[in-house]
């Protein structure tokens, strides 16, 4: 760093640089979004959404960034469905519209659940995504819907207080913890069954299969031949 102009001389003065930038940092998210006009690489960095210039994901302006929550509640990752792109924070769901040349703009769903995980997040015919309390589908325009809440629901703690997870017939609940955070992923199959892998919470690898037509969750497991 360097001075501009002389600030004198002081003894222990105190030093601070409010909003210090950091070069060559790797964002912890980053995904693509294509309209028919442009295409643009989006990223999250702390309570902040950052993109690149329309048509040229290697390049950007220290301009491009949108305040979209807040510090103690950061950016966890985004995803592109039906020509929307919209990003989760900790606590809430944000869609964003606008364009890289203008820039853009957040709208908070209301109601929305929180992304826990950024690997645990599946895009097809419909999003899902893990939250604090359970696993959430929604069509972009419908509310969410907890799909664990009848089968599944005391695998995962409530955020209302209902107490610690329980096994239910066998299957031990997922170790919701932010060190676990990288083992807990979501994957939509061609047939449109949703896929949870997670590690129980005796650190055995495990895997949930919701069926849609059935409405319902099966074990699902893995075997070496």
Known sequence: WELIHSIGSATNAAWEIPVPVYAGQALPAIWRHDT?????????????LR???????????????LEVSESNDPLVMGFSYNGRCGVFSTNRLFWITG???NG???????????????????????????????IYETGGSSPDTDIVDLDLGPLFASE????????????????????????????????????????????????LRYVPWRNGWLPYEFAQP
């Open 160 to 207: 209302e207080g209902g107490g610690a997870p329980t096994s239910i017939n066998g299957v031990k609940a997922p170790k919701i913890a932010s060190t676990e955070a990288a083992h807990l992923r979501l994957d939509y199959a061609d047939d449109n069954s949703l896929f949870f892998f997670y590690r129980d919470t005796s650190a055995n690898r495990a895997c």
């Open 36 to 48: 028919e006009s442009y295409s643009v690489m989006f990223a999250c960095d702390g309570p902040y």
């Open 104 to 134: 853009f703009r957040k709208d908070e769903v209301p109601n929305g659940h929180g992304l826990f995980s950024r690997w645990a997040l599946a895009v097809g015919k419909r999003i899902a995504w893990l939250a604090k309390d359970g």
């Open 99 to 101: 364009d890289p040349v």
């Open 51 to 65: 993109w690149s210039m329309g048509n040229s994901p290697d390049a950007t302006r220290s301009t491009h960034y």
